[in-house]
């Protein structure tokens, strides 16, 4: 167990609909990144807050967007949801360079 | 832009044979390396992590791994595989200067290795 949270655990959408995911960080940690895990594929790297300001991006468009919150948690809102946006979404907490994983949330668009 | 690379898909092993699983990144300046893994219905733990100095670390569970600069590589091992070690095994690089002083960076995955151990 490493104190990160996820919720919901699984999710079913339709495509076109909007998504928030919620991130509750390990105690004491002021750094969330966000991932994108498809079937099959190792994490790719949505975006990043430090201090509840977004302080890096991968390569997702801006339908991704996110919220980092005073207590640290997060939340990771995905608009015009697309089939392709079906994956294990991610979040890790940090202090430092170690990252430590939540357990995920399983996204179904339909 | 960074990638990292693993060398197999799937390995397929039995009770206490050797494990090597092969991890190459392309990033030429300073990283940061680490192997993750997800056992079956659990989340990605850290495994062992490569910041400094001594090349060969030691993480949990007896696995080990060796960062050798001149080829890019950080090369997770194991002498003797056990069923419980039945996992996905993920190598991740990490820049610790990009994008900015107050950022820790991204990690940057491979695509995974599926091992699966044989009792």
Redesign the interface.
Known sequence: E?GVTQSPTHLIKTRGQQVTLRCSSQSGHN?V?W?QQAL??????IF?Y??EEE??R?NFPPRFSGLQFPNYSSELNVNALELDDSALY?C?S?L?????????TRLTVT | AQSVSQHNHHVILSEAASLELGCNYSYGGTVNLFWYVQYPGQHLQLLLKYFSGDPLVKGIKGFEAEFIKSKFSFNLRKPSVQWSDTAEYFCAVNNPFWAGGTSYGKLTFGQGTILTVHP
Do not use: W
């Open positions: 490493t750094t990144s991932y099959g594929q190792g994490p790719q790297f990043q430090y201090r302080n890096g991968g991610l890790a940090s430092g360079y170690e990252q430590y994983f939540g357990p995920g």
